[in-house]
């Protein structure tokens, strides 16, 4: 599986913004896909992500009620819907698939990545 991760920009603070994560391959569906991102000078870390099946979704506590992860297995791709973002939401946001079942929140868990797309916030 390949990733395409875009979408990114540069946003002031209280926007919003999509991001999109287009897979190559015809098993997308089969597929976890996650969210993670990660600020300068830190550490990359889990955002959000979705079952193969889609319907199951998990956060990370500082986005929940801010970004929503969704999927169009017919299209291949997931996306992620970032509202109310902060200037701490900066980050490169790269899109991974998870050959598990069940959401994972861990690096590790993840077999495929994309490139990364670069979201800054403004204040």
């Given at each position: 599986?390949?990733?395409?991760a875009?979408?990114?920009?540069?946003?002031?603070?209280?926007?919003?913004?999509?991001?999109?994560?287009a897979?190559?391959?015809?098993?997308?569906s089969?597929y976890?896909?996650?969210?993670f991102?990660?600020a300068?000078?830190?550490?990359?870390?889990?955002?959000?992500?979705?079952?193969?099946?889609?319907?199951?979704?998990?956060?990370?506590?500082?986005v929940k009620?801010?970004?929503?992860?969704?999927?169009d297995?017919?299209?291949?791709?997931?996306?992620?819907?970032m509202?109310?973002?902060?200037p701490?939401?900066?980050?490169?946001?790269?899109?991974?698939?998870?050959?598990?079942v069940?959401?994972?929140?861990?690096?590790?868990q993840y077999?495929?990545?994309?490139?990364?797309?670069?979201?800054t916030?403004s204040?």
């Amino acid at each position: 599986v390949q990733l395409q991760a875009s979408g990114g920009g540069l946003v002031q603070a209280g926007g919003s913004l999509r991001l999109s994560c287009a897979a190559s391959g015809r098993t997308f569906s089969r597929y976890v896909m996650g969210w993670f991102r990660q600020a300068p000078g830190r550490e990359r870390e889990f955002v959000a992500a979705m079952r193969s099946s889609g319907g199951s979704t998990y956060y990370t506590d500082s986005v929940k009620g801010r970004f929503t992860i969704s999927r169009d297995n017919a299209k291949n791709t997931v996306y992620l819907q970032m509202g109310s973002l902060k200037p701490e939401d900066t980050a490169v946001y790269y899109c991974a698939a998870s050959g598990y079942v069940d959401v994972r929140t861990a690096m590790s868990q993840y077999h495929y990545w994309g490139q990364g797309t670069l979201v800054t916030v403004s204040s």
